[in-house]
């Protein structure tokens, strides 16, 4: 029978085999150097409307037998929300990919290439930074 259990990333999976325990997620084999992979990452919240509880790292795997397992009805749902999970990540993938070429076109026009803006682009931290100061100084305005 399957086997279920979340990693401390808090990401889902279900195994062919009792998953063994690591650093901060669950394997399939002893050794992750092995080819042979029978695991697949689930959608958030699949563990608990198969089983019925929350999993968390800190839990053991759970087997999957027709004491843990939901009724047929509820895997139908889990698949269903498997599918629109899907479809929102296909959505939004695309989206992304269309915003980078339109990002990749407007660079063009300026010709600017991608290695001058990055040289240009201020850091994270200088970033965050500037925002601190703007949201600060609205504060005092009010």
Do not use: C
Request: aromatic share 4%; proline share 6%; glycine share 2%.
């Amino acid at each position: 029978m399957p086997w279920v259990a979340v990693d401390k990333d808090r990401t889902e999976a279900i195994y062919s085999k009792k998953p063994l325990r690591s650093e901060r997620i669950w394997l399939d084999r002893p050794h992750p150097s092995t080819r042979v992979n029978d695991t697949m990452n689930l959608p958030p919240g699949s563990i608990e409307r198969l089983i019925g509880r929350r999993l968390t790292w800190e839990h053991e795997p759970v087997e999957l037998t027709e004491e843990t397992l939901a009724t047929e009805s509820k895997i139908a749902e889990l698949l269903q929300l498997q599918n629109q999970v899907v479809s929102e990540l296909t959505f939004q993938r695309n989206k992304l990919r269309a915003e980078v070429e339109r990002l990749k076109s407007l660079a063009k026009q300026v010709e600017v290439t991608d290695e001058e803006i990055e040289k240009n682009m201020p850091s994270p931290d200088v970033t965050r930074d500037l925002a601190k100061k703007n949201w600060t100084r609205e504060r005092m305005k009010k």
